[in-house]
C-alpha cells in the first residue's frame, strides 16, 4: 500500500517510536504517579521525560504547563468548556476543524457566541483584517487552526496573535497539522493555549495529546478524579498540570510521543515541511495541466502551505475516486469533508468533499510518481473510447517522461 493518509495519521512510525512502547508495555509498566515501587517510580519518570521534552520542543516555561490529553480533540475541550461562559464571544476562522466548531456549537446553549473570519488565501493582511473585524467587546477568545487540514493553507498566527494582544484576547491554536512539520515557539509566539494530537506530525501512536498552557490554573474543569497527589481533599487539585489528568494516563502512547518528539527533533521540522512540500509540488506539476483534474489552492509552497493538497476529478464524487485509488492501485487518500465542513465550504466543496493527499517524511517521489500517473489514467480509463484512451495514455507517458527528465 502507498500511504497518503498522514493528516489523519502518520505511517508508518519511526522504529525508535515502535521500541519506546514496546519498553513501556514490557518493563516499566506499572501506574506512574500512583505506587511509590521502582516500577511506578520507572513509569513516572518516563512521563516526567516526555513532558519536559515536549516543554522545550515547543517553548513552553516549564513542564508542568505540559498536559497530557486523549488528542487535540480532548485539548479544544478542555479550553472552550474550562474558558468560556454565558455572554462570552468568540472568533473562529472559516478553516477550523469540527474539533473546534461543535464543541462551540454545544456551548452556545450556555450563552456563548462565536463569528468566523474568513481566510484570504494568500493575503495575510486580508485574513489578519477578517479576524479584526470580526471581534467584539465581549470577544474573550480567538481560536485559529495553523494548517488547514482539507487545504494545507497556513494562518499567520503570530500576527493573529500579536493583534489579539493588544486587546487583551487570548488566542488558541490548533496544531494538529502543524505540530512536527512547523517550528512553533508559544513563548515567542506568545500563544495563550497550543492544543495538538502527537499521532500525526509527531509520529507518536494514538492516544497521547497535548495541551500546552501556562494558564491552565484559571481553566475549569469538566473531568475530575484521582490524580496521585492531595488524596486525602475532595477538592480537584488546582495545581499544573494535575488538574487536568485525573485518572490513569496512557502509558505506552506517552513513551511513544516522546520518541516521536525525539525522532522529530534528530529530523528537524525544517527538513520534514521541506520534504512534503517537494513531493506536493511535484504531485501538483504532473496532475495541474489534466484538464479534468479540479485544484482548489495555489502550488504548494514553505511559506504558505503545510503538507495537504485536495482535488477533485470533474463530475466525479471525491468518495468514488478516492475508492478507484484504494482498490485499483492500493493508495490510501482520504475522502470526503474531512470533519471540516466550515474548510469545504470556503471552496464550495461542502456537496462533492475532496480527494486528500498528505504525505509523511517517509513518502518516496516515487509514491507520487504512481499516485499522478493513476490520477491521470483513471480519467483516461473513464471517459475515453479504445483508441483515444490508446493515444491518450502514450502521451500522457511521454509528457511524464520529459518532466522527469527537466527535473
Same mark, same amino acid.
Request: aromatic share 8%.
Given at each position: 500500500?502507498?500511504?497518503? &493518509?498522514?493528516?489523519?495519521?502518520?505511517?508508518?512510525?519511526?522504529?525508535? /517510536?515502535?521500541?519506546?512502547?514496546? !519498553?513501556?508495555?514490557?518493563?516499566?509498566?506499572?501506574?506512574?504517579?500512583?505506587?511509590?515501587?521502582?516500577?511506578?517510580?520507572?513509569?513516572? !519518570?518516563?512521563?516526567?521525560?516526555?513532558?519536559?521534552?515536549?516543554?522545550?520542543?515547543?517553548?513552553?516555561?516549564?513542564?508542568? @504547563?505540559?498536559?497530557?490529553?486523549?488528542?487535540?480533540?480532548?485539548? /479544544?475541550?478542555? %479550553?472552550?468548556?474550562?474558558?468560556?461562559?454565558?455572554?462570552?464571544?468568540?472568533?473562529?476562522?472559516?478553516?477550523?476543524?469540527?474539533?473546534?466548531?461543535?464543541?462551540?456549537?454545544?456551548?452556545?446553549?450556555?450563552?456563548?457566541?462565536?463569528?468566523?473570519?474568513?481566510?484570504?488565501?494568500?493575503?495575510?493582511?486580508?485574513?489578519?483584517?477578517?479576524?479584526? @473585524?470580526?471581534?467584539?467587546?465581549?470577544?474573550?477568545? %480567538?481560536?485559529?487552526?495553523?494548517?488547514?487540514? %482539507?487545504?494545507?493553507?497556513?494562518?499567520?498566527?503570530?500576527?493573529?496573535?500579536?493583534?489579539?494582544?493588544?486587546?487583551?484576547?487570548?488566542?488558541?491554536?490548533?496544531?494538529?497539522?502543524?505540530?512536527?512539520?512547523?517550528?512553533?515557539?508559544?513563548?515567542?509566539?506568545?500563544? &495563550?493555549?497550543?492544543?495538538?494530537?502527537?499521532?500525526?506530525?509527531?509520529?507518536?501512536?494514538?492516544?497521547?495529546?497535548?495541551?500546552?498552557?501556562?494558564?491552565?490554573?484559571?481553566?475549569?474543569?469538566?473531568?475530575?478524579?484521582?490524580?496521585?497527589?492531595?488524596?486525602?481533599?475532595?477538592?480537584?487539585?488546582?495545581?499544573?498540570?494535575?488538574?487536568?489528568?485525573?485518572?490513569?494516563?496512557?502509558?505506552?502512547?506517552?513513551?511513544?510521543?516522546?520518541?516521536?518528539?525525539?525522532?522529530?527533533?534528530?529530523?528537524?521540522?525544517?527538513?520534514?515541511?521541506?520534504? !512534503?512540500?517537494?513531493?506536493? &509540488?511535484?504531485?501538483?506539476?504532473?496532475?495541474? &495541466?489534466?484538464?479534468n483534474v479540479i485544484l482548489y489552492t495555489p502550488r504548494p509552497g514553505i511559506? @504558505? +502551505?503545510?503538507?495537504v493538497l485536495s482535488f477533485n476529478i470533474k463530475d466525479t464524487d471525491s468518495?468514488?475516486?478516492?475508492?478507484?485509488? @484504494?482498490?485499483?492501485?492500493?493508495?490510501?487518500?482520504?475522502?470526503?469533508?474531512?470533519?471540516?465542513?466550515?474548510?469545504?465550504?470556503?471552496?464550495?466543496?461542502?456537496?462533492?468533499?475532496?480527494?486528500?493527499?498528505?504525505?509523511?517524511?517517509?513518502?518516496s517521489i516515487r509514491d507520487i510518481t504512481i499516485l499522478s500517473q493513476a490520477?491521470?489514467?483513471?480519467?483516461?480509463?473513464?471517459?475515453?473510447?479504445?483508441?483515444?484512451?490508446?493515444?491518450?495514455?502514450?502521451?500522457?507517458?511521454?509528457?511524464?517522461?520529459?518532466? +522527469? +527528465?527537466?527535473?
Amino acid at each position: 500500500m502507498i500511504y497518503l &493518509d498522514n493528516s489523519a495519521t502518520t505511517f508508518p512510525k519511526p522504529q525508535i /517510536v515502535r521500541r519506546a512502547m514496546n !519498553e513501556a508495555v514490557s518493563q516499566y509498566g506499572a501506574n506512574p504517579g500512583r505506587s511509590g515501587h521502582n516500577m511506578a517510580i520507572r513509569a513516572s !519518570e518516563e512521563m516526567y521525560r516526555c513532558r519536559t521534552l515536549a516543554a522545550g520542543f515547543f517553548g513552553a516555561e516549564s513542564p508542568d @504547563n505540559v498536559v497530557f490529553t486523549l488528542n487535540c480533540t480532548h485539548a /479544544v475541550n478542555i %479550553v472552550l468548556k474550562g474558558l468560556l461562559h454565558k455572554g462570552d464571544h468568540v472568533v473562529i476562522s472559516d478553516m477550523e476543524h469540527n474539533a473546534v466548531v461543535r464543541p462551540l456549537h454545544a456551548l452556545k446553549e450556555r450563552g456563548v457566541s462565536y463569528t468566523i473570519a474568513k481566510v484570504s488565501v494568500g493575503d495575510p493582511e486580508e485574513t489578519l483584517a477578517s479576524f479584526r @473585524n470580526a471581534l467584539r467587546d465581549n470577544t474573550k477568545l %480567538v481560536v485559529c487552526t495553523h494548517v488547514s487540514n %482539507v487545504w494545507g493553507i497556513r494562518l499567520p498566527i503570530e500576527r493573529i496573535t500579536a493583534m489579539c494582544h493588544q486587546y487583551g484576547i487570548e488566542v488558541l491554536v490548533d496544531a494538529s497539522q502543524s505540530a512536527g512539520v512547523l517550528p512553533i515557539n508559544i513563548g515567542e509566539v506568545g500563544i &495563550d493555549y497550543l492544543c495538538t494530537a502527537g499521532h500525526k506530525g509527531l509520529y507518536s501512536p494514538m492516544g497521547a495529546g497535548l495541551l500546552i498552557t501556562s494558564k491552565g490554573e484559571v481553566l475549569h474543569t469538566f473531568i475530575e478524579g484521582g490524580t496521585g497527589s492531595n488524596s486525602a481533599i475532595f477538592e480537584q487539585p488546582g495545581i499544573m498540570p494535575d488538574r487536568f489528568e485525573s485518572g490513569t494516563q496512557n502509558l505506552p502512547a506517552i513513551a511513544g510521543l516522546r520518541a516521536g518528539i525525539e525522532f522529530v527533533t534528530s529530523v528537524t521540522p525544517e527538513k520534514i515541511h521541506l520534504h !512534503e512540500i517537494m513531493l506536493l &509540488d511535484n504531485l501538483y506539476d504532473r496532475i495541474h &495541466d489534466n484538464k479534468n483534474v479540479i485544484l482548489y489552492t495555489p502550488r504548494p509552497g514553505i511559506r @504558505n +502551505s503545510g503538507g495537504v493538497l485536495s482535488f477533485n476529478i470533474k463530475d466525479t464524487d471525491s468518495e468514488t475516486a478516492a475508492e478507484y485509488l @484504494n482498490t485499483r492501485y492500493g493508495i490510501a487518500v482520504r475522502a470526503g469533508l474531512h470533519c471540516a465542513p466550515l474548510a469545504h465550504k470556503h471552496f464550495g466543496t461542502e456537496e462533492q468533499g475532496t480527494v486528500r493527499v498528505s504525505p509523511s517524511y517517509f513518502t518516496s517521489i516515487r509514491d507520487i510518481t504512481i499516485l499522478s500517473q493513476a490520477i491521470n489514467s483513471w480519467f483516461i480509463t473513464e471517459f475515453c473510447g479504445v483508441n483515444e484512451r490508446t493515444e491518450g495514455m502514450e502521451r500522457y507517458r511521454i509528457r511524464v517522461k520529459k518532466k +522527469s +527528465s527537466s527535473r
